[in-house]
Nanobody, 119 residues
């Protein structure tokens, strides 16, 4: 059974920092591309950051220079370090694991963790 469990969401003041973690089980973690998405109330889910199995990364323009995605294949964990947080970063943050094998896509989501940026 595949499980992705996010943690680290909290209430933080503008300008503060948070570190989200996603622990994966039931998959060969090192083979998967891992990503963080977020969904604010009334908005569509959007990609925040992605890290490929080889370690290359990409970020949404809105978080470049503030957020850093990293992975630890030994611990089956992907993290999102979020600095200089803004109220517009408030959302539920989701972890996603994805693997493409030929024409088959294996895709799994976590349950989400709430991040609230407010004074």
């Amino acid at each position: 059974q595949v499980q992705l469990v996010e943690s680290g969401g909290d209430l933080v003041q503008p300008g503060g920092s948070l570190r989200l973690a996603c622990a994966a089980s039931g998959i060969i973690f090192s083979m998967y591309s891992m990503a963080w998405y977020r969904q604010a109330p009334g908005k569509q889910r959007e990609l925040v950051a992605v890290i490929a199995d080889g370690g290359s990364t990409n970020y949404a323009e809105s978080v470049k220079g503030r957020f850093t995605i990293s992975r630890d294949n030994a611990k089956n964990t992907v993290c999102l370090q979020m600095n200089s947080l803004k109220p517009e970063d408030t959302a539920v943050y989701y972890c996603k694991a994805e693997l493409l094998r030929g024409i088959v896509v294996y895709r799994y989501w976590g349950q989400g963790t709430q991040v609230t940026v407010s004074s």
